[in-house]
T-cell receptor, first 113, second 111 residues
Framework: NAGVTQTPKFQVLKTGQSMTLQCAQDMNHEYMSWYRQDPGMGLRLIHY???????DQGEVPNGYNVSRSTTEDFPLRLLSAAPSQTSVYFCASRDTLNTGELFFGEGSRLTVL | DAKTTQPNSMESNEEEPVHLPCNHSTISGTDYIHWYRQLPSQGPEYVIHGLTSNVNNRMASLAIAEDRKSSTLILHRATLRDAAVYYCILRANTNAGKSTFGDGTTLTVKP
């Protein structure tokens, strides 16, 4: 199994550009989530989903959109990138058993100039 | 969401036990206590979790206070590969239970 796969691993954007970070998992997990991690900080939850067609906001949702059309995929869209969105982004998934562990991707490093 | 408090950093010598504390005084009765660690330039990885009873697995042990307001992650023999940021997280006992990460404890292991 590949687990949680994120693409791209690295991306440089100019202010105002848009892009989508892709996340796919092959474990049939219902729950998926996106975090961002700024240098020297912990992870902050952006958005999460408990199943196809269902999404909700986390701690820092502004500037990001998500959708969940399939169980496998949970893309994160930046509509108009800002320098404050420079960060490392992690996608994570788990099954909906209450004690299920989170499986993380390797991260996507985004720089906005 | 209930919050956790951890020391910013800790040091240990190689092959010695390490006790990483976490305070969670506002924990609710059904919150699970999870621990993750993040090695440099990697995503977090699961370490252990528990509800009320102490737990052991191949990576570590989790000791939970009787009142559940604190817990301790125990690494029985620290190795250089255990140097990481360790996060203590509370997660609500629901399908949508969110995992809120704090800043964690940076563990340094000295040879």
């Amino acid at each position: 199994n590949a687990g949680v796969t994120q693409t791209p691993k690295f991306q440089v954007l100019k202010t105002g550009q848009s892009m989508t970070l892709q996340c796919a998992q092959d474990m049939n997990h219902e729950y998926m989530s996106w975090y961002r991690q700024d240098p020297g900080m912990g992870l902050r939850l952006i958005h999460y989903s408990v199943g196809a067609g269902i999404t909700d906001q986390g701690e820092v949702p502004n500037g990001y959109n998500v959708s969940r059309s399939t169980t496998e995929d949970f893309p994160l869209r930046l509509l108009s990138a800002a320098p404050s969105q420079t960060s490392v982004y992690f996608c994570a998934s788990r099954d909906t058993l209450n004690t299920g562990e989170l499986f993380f991707g390797e991260g996507s490093r985004l720089t906005v100039l | 969401d209930a919050k956790t408090t951890q020391p910013n950093s800790m040091e240990s010598n190689e092959e010695e036990p390490v006790h990483l504390p976490c305070n969670h005084s506002t924990i609710s009765g059904t919150d699970y206590i999870h621990w993750y660690r993040q090695l440099p330039s990697q995503g977090p990885e699961y370490v252990i979790h528990g509800l009320t009873s102490n737990v052991n697995n191949r990576m570590a042990s989790l000791a939970i206070a009787e009142d559940r307001k604190s817990s301790t992650l125990i690494l029985h023999r620290a190795t250089l590969r255990d140097a990481a940021v360790y996060y203590c997280i509370l997660r609500a006992n629901t399908n949508a239970g969110k995992s809120t990460f704090g800043d964690g404890t940076t563990l340094t292991v000295k040879p």
